[in-house]
């Protein structure tokens, strides 16, 4: 990564310098009884020169574990750069936020509507604030999701491919998967990617859940990126890898073919080999047992915890074609 040293840097209007720390509000609108809501955005600048790098979780208002990940590199002052700046935003939709929903009160979809406008949408409104007066002197993003609709994702990180640079960022930030997918259009990693700022997607776990292994995951990534920065502080150490991750070209989910009480009998990331049994679908009376099958052989990397499916919901996500890189 380039960047250009800046003596100050600009963020919600406010020009912060070297070796200072800021607190600002994302204040975007108010609740509807006009109640103020201060969305934090917490910035720490070393007075020695480096990358700017942001921290984002929270576009979605039920995806709590990626807020949690935010909250304990906070807590814990790995915030706090040996050179550069990071800028922490916990919660973007703290609407959404405040009533465990993934959309925004206007029922939009925060990741759908990027880059925004300054008259739009509420969604949109917060999306274009964060573009125009977040993200101009940012070098680098960490962006955090979790999976949804009660199914677990496993740790991994989200690339457009033939992209060498986020390539290596993946590498050196060491979950287990990473997945190539196209940056969709209206994205918040769309409308970086035009401005040409590098943005890892982290996804691990499922909505309305704190998980201790995909929380630890997403820290020791972030402090694996700052420490190849040289921005972590000297109190912190960065885990080895312990093995490279896996780099997915193709996927596919496997589906319900009857509805009934569902139980899955592997664990995430386990490799399956095609027929291996993967879990059951059994009904209420004891009538009834389904053995769930592997269609294919590859790594589970997504399973679905709801304990009822219907006919036609996506049960596994395996991995169909891998990439050597």
Same mark, same amino acid.
């Given at each position: 990564?380039?960047?250009?040293?800046?003596?100050?840097?600009?963020?919600?209007?406010?020009?912060?310098?070297?070796?200072?720390?800021?607190?600002?509000?994302?204040?975007?609108?108010?609740?509807?009884?006009?109640?103020?809501?201060?969305?934090?955005?917490?910035?720490?600048?070393?007075?020695?020169?480096?990358?700017?790098?942001?921290?984002?979780?929270?576009?979605?208002?039920?995806?709590?574990?990626?807020?949690?990940?935010?909250?304990?590199?906070?807590?814990?002052?790995?915030?706090?750069?040996?050179?550069?700046?990071?800028?922490?935003?916990?919660? #973007?939709?703290?609407? /959404?936020?405040?009533?465990? $929903? +993934?959309?925004?009160?206007?029922?939009?979809? =925060? @990741?759908?509507? !990027?880059?925004?406008?300054?008259?739009?949408?509420?969604?949109?409104?917060?999306?274009?604030?964060?573009?125009?007066?977040?993200?101009?002197?940012?070098?680098?993003?960490?962006?955090?999701?979790?999976?949804?609709?009660?199914?677990?994702?496993?740790?991994?990180?989200?690339?457009?491919?033939?992209?060498?640079?986020?390539?290596?960022?993946?590498?050196?930030?060491?979950?287990?998967?990473?997945?190539?997918?196209?940056?969709?259009?209206?994205?918040?990693?769309?409308?970086?990617?035009?401005?040409?700022?590098?943005?890892?997607?982290?996804?691990?776990?499922?909505?309305?859940?704190?998980?201790?292994? #995909?929380?630890?995951? /997403?820290?020791?990534?972030? $402090? +694996?990126?700052?420490?190849?920065?040289?921005? =972590? @502080?000297?109190? !912190?150490?960065?885990?080895?890898?312990?093995?490279?991750?896996?780099?997915?070209?193709?996927?596919?989910?496997?589906?319900?073919?009857?509805?009934?009480?569902?139980?899955?009998?592997?664990?995430?990331?386990?490799?399956?080999?095609?027929?291996?049994?993967?879990?059951?679908?059994?009904?209420?009376?004891?009538?009834?047992?389904?053995?769930?099958?592997?269609?294919?052989?590859?790594?589970?990397?997504?399973?679905?915890?709801?304990?009822?499916?219907?006919?036609?919901?996506?049960?596994?996500?395996?991995?169909?074609?891998?990439?050597?890189?």
């Amino acid at each position: 990564m380039t960047y250009e040293p800046k003596e100050n840097i600009t963020v919600l209007g406010e020009i912060i310098g070297p070796g200072e720390s800021a607190e600002l509000s994302f204040d975007v609108a108010k609740l509807h009884t006009t109640s103020t809501v201060d969305v934090p955005v917490i910035i720490e600048r070393s007075t020695n020169p480096g990358p700017v790098v942001l921290f984002t979780a929270g576009i979605h208002g039920d995806e709590v574990n990626g807020v949690e990940i935010i909250r304990q590199i906070i807590a814990k002052g790995i915030n706090k750069p040996k050179c550069g700046t990071i800028i922490c935003m916990p919660v #973007i939709n703290v609407f /959404g936020f405040i009533n465990l $929903k +993934r959309e925004f009160p206007d029922g939009r979809d =925060l @990741n759908r509507v !990027f880059p925004g406008l300054r008259l739009g949408s509420l969604a949109s409104r917060v999306a274009y604030t964060l573009m125009t007066e977040v993200v101009p002197d940012v070098d680098f993003i960490m962006d955090f999701h979790t999976g949804g609709a009660g199914r677990f994702n496993s740790p991994q990180i989200r690339i457009a491919k033939h992209n060498p640079e986020l390539n290596e960022y993946a590498k050196i930030f060491g979950a287990p998967f990473v997945l190539y997918s196209k940056n969709l259009k209206r994205s918040f990693r769309h409308a970086c990617y035009k401005l040409k700022k590098p943005l890892l997607l982290f996804e691990g776990g499922k909505s309305f859940h704190i998980d201790n292994n #995909i929380t630890k995951t /997403g820290i020791n990534g972030a $402090k +694996r990126i700052l420490k190849h920065f040289d921005m =972590l @502080n000297n109190k !912190f150490k960065a885990r080895t890898v312990e093995k490279p991750p896996v780099f997915i070209v193709g996927s596919r989910w496997q589906r319900a073919n009857f509805s009934g009480m569902f139980q899955a009998t592997v664990k995430i990331n386990t490799q399956v080999t095609k027929n291996q049994i993967l879990g059951h679908i059994t009904d209420p009376y004891g009538k009834f047992d389904h053995i769930v099958k592997s269609e294919i052989s590859g790594y589970i990397i997504n399973v679905n915890e709801a304990p009822i499916v219907y006919q036609g919901d996506a049960l596994f996500h395996i991995t169909s074609k891998l990439a050597k890189v």
